[in-house]
């Protein structure tokens, strides 16, 4: 078990978009215990706790005062099967891409829309996190956390976690105070291909597949990903930047009207869901600058630090494009990732 607390933590090298920030105290926990051990020291030392994965999804504007906690617990499991599943469960500490590759190799596909998204396998349901006609909703079964109030472990199914659009019950009240442990994934026995996403369709022509295989698909997910999205290892960013917006049928009909171009998508509810990365592109962002952060010329969705640029230059950058959007289309953006320190508009 390992419970071991640092001090004064640089967190720049443990996070994705390597803004320079430090952390009071840091505790990479690898079980159960150690978790409950670490968030004892906290409690005793009167310290906020911050959960992190992969720090993939995270912009720290600003030092943290407290204890971040990396829950670090590997492994990774077939637990069972349903007629139509099989349900493996893998530690929240596992990588997630490495996880998809594992799981392809097992023979038990599902997860392959989702490969190459950065962060750990115990991050993906608080984002849900989605890619390619596919969100981790679609193959999960449960996961185990900690109740911070409590101790206690407690089982959560998919309804429990109340999954939205890059949305769940652990970004809010209700389950802020949850720490994932591990999540067992519902993966299909019978698969067939989600191969819709137009990005992932002409790849797969491209290629000349016309019955991929679900190694294909992941192929293809790996080469599109690589294409348009920078590698964190070599450009820090945290992926989209801010989500795509849903609006009402008759926002939509009325910007349509005036950007016959404009890309959405029909929500269930009969709103819809508006291409964020294309209002930013058409309003002139992409690959623009402000200081050391930059709009990825790829993908306008994408801010990246160019190097050395703080976590304010990021987020003065992000509240820039915000104010332009919301001046040219009357569209409030939203942003994706967690930010620590000042808050942006929303
Ligand atoms: N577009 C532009 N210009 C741009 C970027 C996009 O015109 O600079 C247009 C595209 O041509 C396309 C539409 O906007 O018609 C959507 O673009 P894309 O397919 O690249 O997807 P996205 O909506 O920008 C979302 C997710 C990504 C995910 C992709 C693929 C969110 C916030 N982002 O991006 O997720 O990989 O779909 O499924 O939902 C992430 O969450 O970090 C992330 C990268």
């Known amino acids: 078990?390992?419970?071991?607390?640092?001090?004064?933590?640089?967190?720049?090298?443990?996070?994705?978009?390597?803004?320079?920030?430090?952390?009071?105290?840091?505790?990479?926990?690898?079980?159960?215990?150690?978790?409950?051990?670490?968030?004892?020291?906290?409690d005793s030392n009167r310290h906020p706790v911050l959960i992190v994965?992969?720090?993939?999804?995270?912009?720290?504007?600003?030092d943290y005062a407290g204890l971040v906690l990396k829950p670090s617990i590997a492994g990774r499991e077939k637990v069972g099967e349903t007629?139509?599943?099989?349900?493996?469960?893998?530690?929240?500490?596992?990588?997630?891409?490495?996880?998809?590759?594992?799981?392809?190799?097992?023979?038990?596909?599902?997860?392959?829309?989702l490969a190459l998204i950065p962060g750990n396998v115990g991050a993906a349901p608080v984002q849900n996190i989605g890619a390619y006609g596919l969100e981790l909703t679609d193959c999960f079964d449960s996961l185990e956390a900690i109740d911070r109030d409590t101790g206690e472990t407690r089982t959560l199914t998919r309804a429990d976690c109340r999954f939205g659009y890059?949305?769940?019950i652990f970004k809010h009240p209700a389950g802020s105070r949850l720490i994932v442990l591990s999540v067992t994934f519902a993966l299909p026995k019978r698969w067939s291909a989600h191969a819709g996403y137009r990005d992932v369709s002409e790849e797969l022509a491209a290629r000349s597949v016309t019955s991929p295989s679900p190694q294909d698909i992941f192929d293809a997910v790996v080469a599109?990903?690589?294409?348009?999205?920078?590698?964190?290892?070599?450009?820090g960013n945290v992926g989209s930047f801010f989500k795509n917006p849903i609006v009402s049928a008759a926002a939509h009909a009325q910007l349509q009207g005036l950007h016959p171009a404009l890309v959405s998508y029909p929500q269930a509810d009969g709103r819809f869901k508006l291409a964020a990365g294309w209002l930013i592109d058409q309003a002139g962002?992409?690959?623009?600058?402000?200081?050391?952060?930059?709009?990825?010329?790829?993908?306008?969705l994408v801010l990246t630090n160019t190097g050395g640029a703080s976590g304010s230059?990021?987020?003065?950058?992000?509240?820039?494009?915000?104010?332009?959007?919301?001046?040219?289309?009357?569209?409030v953006?939203?942003?994706?990732?967690?930010?620590?320190g000042p808050a942006l508009p929303t």
Do not use: Y
Request: hydrophobic letters at 45%.
């Open 1 to 42: 078990m390992d419970t071991s607390i640092e001090h004064d933590v640089d967190l720049a090298p443990l996070s994705t978009l390597g803004v320079a920030a430090r952390a009071a105290h840091f505790c990479a926990a690898d079980s159960a215990a150690s978790i409950r051990e670490a968030l004892a020291w906290a």
């Open 53 to 62: 994965g992969g720090c993939s999804n995270i912009v720290f504007a600003s």
């Open 83 to 113: 007629p139509a599943h099989h349900l493996v469960r893998v530690g929240a500490g596992e990588n997630w891409h490495e996880t998809v590759a594992w799981t392809l190799a097992q023979g038990w596909p599902g997860l392959e829309n």
């Open 166 to 168: 890059r949305d769940s």
């Open 224 to 235: 599109v990903r690589q294409r348009k999205l920078p590698d964190p290892a070599v450009l």
């Open 285 to 300: 962002w992409k690959g623009r600058a402000l200081g050391r952060a930059r709009v990825h010329p790829n993908q306008a």
């Open 313 to 331: 230059e990021i987020l003065a950058l992000a509240q820039a494009i915000q104010a332009d959007v919301r001046q040219r289309f009357g569209v």
């Open 333 to 340: 953006l939203e942003p994706e990732p967690i930010i620590i």
